[in-house]
């Protein structure tokens, strides 16, 4: 099963998002109440 891509939040980091492109993690993390 795969997972859309998307802004999730980090299992690193709860209180950061990041984009996943279906395949990993891209680009730097955001705080997870930014819009």
């Known amino acids: 099963m795969s997972v859309a891509p998307g802004w ?3 299992p690193a980091d709860p209180q950061t998002r990041r984009y996943w492109d279906g ?13």
């Open 8 to 10: 999730y939040v980090d």
């Open 23 to 35: 395949e990993g993690w891209i680009g730097a993390p955001i705080p997870v109440d930014a819009t």
